[in-house]
């Protein structure tokens, strides 16, 4: 099979992802004026430090693992579409999106837009891991889901 990315370095986007939410929501939290907006900031920056450990752990855990596929390179060319719309698979871009934000709605639409990036690239991801992984995955997916919550209840 030819091969857009091996699992591993899928494993490592979903770590860089996460690392890079981290530093964004750290970056959010340090500027918010809100005490509200703070508080969200500073919990979702320690979701994503918590997802970044997960994967880091899936990461050393899997062997080698070939999905099966309609036609060779059909998932790895989709996850090469997903790593390449999405900001965050990107090194040490958190930060800098974080101070481009020019109001507190801006970074909370940016932080939702990341959010359900995430979710789309997650949801890739599982074709490429083993079914007993699954779970993780579909935890990791619920989480993101209940962060999209808390941004929604911060516009309002």
């Known amino acids: 099979m030819s091969e857009l990315f091996k699992i591993s370095e899928i494993v490592e986007m979903a770590v860089l992802i996460e690392t890079n ?9 340090e500027s918010a004026q809100d005490a509200q907006a ?3 900031f500073a ?30 390179g059909e998932y790895a060319a989709y996850m ?5 719309d999405n900001v965050f698979t990107q090194r040490n871009v ?26 789309l690239f997650f949801e890739g991801m599982r074709r490429f891991v083993p079914e007993k992984k699954h779970p993780t995955i579909d935890k990791m997916i619920e989480e993101e889901k209940t962060h999209i919550v808390k941004l929604k209840e911060l516009k309002e």
């Not at 899997?62 to 099966?68: F, R, S, T």
């Open 80 to 84: 090469k579409a997903l790593a390449d």
């Open 21 to 29: 939410g981290e530093v964004f929501y750290n970056s959010l939290q």
């Open 38 to 40: 703070r508080e969200v």
């Open 94 to 119: 958190g930060g800098n999106l974080a101070q481009k934000a020019t109001s507190a709605m801006e970074a909370v639409d940016m932080a939702l837009k990341f959010e359900k990036d995430s979710i």
């Open 43 to 72: 919990y979702l920056a320690g979701e994503e430090k918590r997802h970044k450990a997960t994967f880091e752990k899936m990461g050393e855990s899997l062997a080698k693992y070939q999905p099966v596929e309609s036609y060779s």
